[in-house]
């Protein structure tokens, strides 16, 4: 029977939360490619970085920095370290007057499985739109479902063609819930 997998998004309704900005340098520039954060693959260690925070509040346990980037606590960060370290990669960062060990979270899969059928409403770039090198790939995924058949054994990855998602299969999802992460909320796809 294929596990089942549930996105990994930030909880916006925790009261009081704080907000994080884009990483930087520890210079203090912004990155030449933050994207490769979310790509679904592995990348080389940035070096040192530091995560502004953008509006003071509420230090969560998972939240997303700019360009969906996903920032964990060392607990949280234990979680997939132990559970799926081929698939992951953990890169310490540095939060502005946070004493906690904090980390960002790359996903080092990307797999072809959204379901278009039984996902609620898929879009795609067309000619039309004006952006050829993006045609065929989705424009937007709402109400994903993906083909479980056709992830494996894999634990964390991001789908292909929507990497603004974050997947996680049950098992990190069981343990971080037992691990009382804030901040994480979960939605079966």
Partial sequence: MPRSYF???EDMTVPG????GTPTDGEGRELEDPWAFTDGRPMPAPGRLTVPVVSAGKALDFSRAGLCIPVVHVKVATVFAELAPEEVQLFPVDLPQQPEQFCILVATRLIRCIDDN????IERWLPEDGQPEKVGEYR????MRIDAAKVGDVRVFRPWGWNVALIISEEIRDALVLAGATGAKFKQV
């Fill in 7 to 9: 996105e990994l998004a």
């Fill in 17 to 20: 939360r704080w907000a994080l």
């Fill in 118 to 121: 039984a996902s609620k409403a």
């Fill in 140 to 143: 937007n995924v709402r109400g």
